[in-house]
């Protein structure tokens, strides 16, 4: 996670993470990205559900980067709650990457 919020830097990133029975694995989202939002496409989405569904595999977490070092989560980050209960927020400060989780309700 802390090497694709890097590489994504200064924009935001975005993925899950997955289980399959064995493993637990990073899964990137192609996303649209500035330095304050991050935006998946829907049919990206679709697809990258029906694929995990097809594999037996499942969405464990979210994560998303906010490179700005603003640690909290706002609105439109509310979304991801649909995805898993569990999210990952990593937060650039002072040039290192730091990760807080948040539990949704």
């Known amino acids: 996670m802390k090497q694709q919020a890097a590489f994504a830097w200064p924009n935001e990133c975005v993925g899950f993470i997955v289980q399959t029975d064995l493993q637990w694995f990073v899964m990137p989202l192609p996303a649209q990205s500035g330095p304050q939002h991050v935006f998946v496409e829907p049919s990206t989405l679709l697809c990258a559900a029906e694929a995990l569904d097809d594999g037996n595999v499942q969405v464990v977490a979210v994560y998303h980067s906010h490179p700005d070092g603003h640690s909290s989560l706002s609105a ?7 995805w898993a209960r569990t999210h990952f927020l990593l937060v650039r400060v002072n040039e290192a990457w730091h990760i807080q989780m948040f539990r949704w309700s």
């Not at 439109?76 to 649909?82: K, L, V």
């Open 76 to 82: 439109a980050d509310h979304q991801f709650s649909a």
